[in-house]
């Protein structure tokens, strides 16, 4: 059974299925990850942080964001626009 992140996101998947996928979501996202979620490529993510103020650290030397920082950022970016 292929379980998607996104019925997971949506809450379509039974406590049954999801001990047999044993999804577990990862505490830091990569900068590949956020790039995904934010429809960019990695290199504006850079961006983000660098000029556009993402939180981010550094673990091992890779660079990781939170993901309630993500959603934090982009809650207030969200209200600077509007």
Same mark, same amino acid.
């Given at each position: 059974?292929l379980?998607?992140?996104?019925?997971?996101?949506? /809450?379509?998947?039974?406590?049954?299925?999801?001990?047999r996928?044993? +999804?577990? !979501?990862?505490?830091?996202?990569? +900068?590949?990850d956020?790039a &995904?979620?934010?429809?960019v490529?990695?290199?504006?993510?850079y961006?983000?942080?660098y000029?556009e103020?993402?939180p981010?650290?550094? &673990?091992? /030397?890779i660079?990781?964001?939170h993901?309630?920082?993500?959603?934090?950022?982009?809650?207030k970016?969200e209200? !600077?626009?509007?």
């Amino acid at each position: 059974m292929l379980i998607t992140l996104s019925e997971v996101w949506e /809450g379509n998947v039974f406590m049954s299925d999801r001990k047999r996928a044993a +999804i577990v !979501q990862p505490l830091l996202l990569s +900068i590949a990850d956020v790039a &995904v979620q934010l429809g960019v490529c990695r290199q504006t993510v850079y961006t983000y942080i660098y000029h556009e103020g993402l939180p981010s650290i550094k &673990v091992k /030397g890779i660079r990781r964001v939170h993901p309630d920082s993500l959603v934090d950022w982009l809650k207030k970016r969200e209200q !600077q626009i509007a």
